[in-house]
């Protein structure tokens, strides 16, 4: 059985991306998520300058909160200027946070930032993953299946 295309957002520019998601993790359910920031913060991820290769969400006290994602220092800032490595509230639908931390304690999914972006607005978003870990032999198979698409391209491409 196929599973179903993910839902895409309106992106606009993409700041940051954590491509070694969809190799570690199997996907679930997406949800896009405002980002509570300060204003260097916002000027940093503007010069496209930002990490959430390392970083992952949880859930905690009714609220939800982007773990280690990192937006470097603003270059101009002053004595003003954050903290590089801070916790970030996520901006989400009480049910949207219920339903992420049924998940994550029943389930035993983890919540995983694909993407951080600007949308049309010109607002700072990220993009959730309610994601399940891959296993060895997993992630053996996703990657058999991406050479052969490749092949399959390939050889296309050269008999057309």
Known sequence: ????????????????????????????????????????????????????????????????????????????????????????????HEREIEKMRNAVSREGMTLIPLSIYFNPRGRAKVELALAKGKKLHDKRETEKSRDWKREQQRLLRDRG
């Open 1 to 92: 059985m196929a599973r179903p295309k993910p839902a895409t957002f309106e992106k606009v520019k993409t700041v940051a991306e954590n491509r070694r998601a969809r190799y570690e993790y199997f996907l679930e359910e997406f949800f896009e998520a405002g980002i509570a920031l300060t204003g260097t913060e916002v000027k940093s991820l503007r010069f496209g300058e930002g990490s959430i290769a390392e970083s992952y969400a949880e859930v905690r006290d009714g609220q939800a909160w982007l773990i280690n994602s990192n937006i470097p220092e603003f270059s101009h800032g002053n004595r003003f200027n954050h903290e590089p490595k801070r916790p970030r509230k996520l901006l989400l």
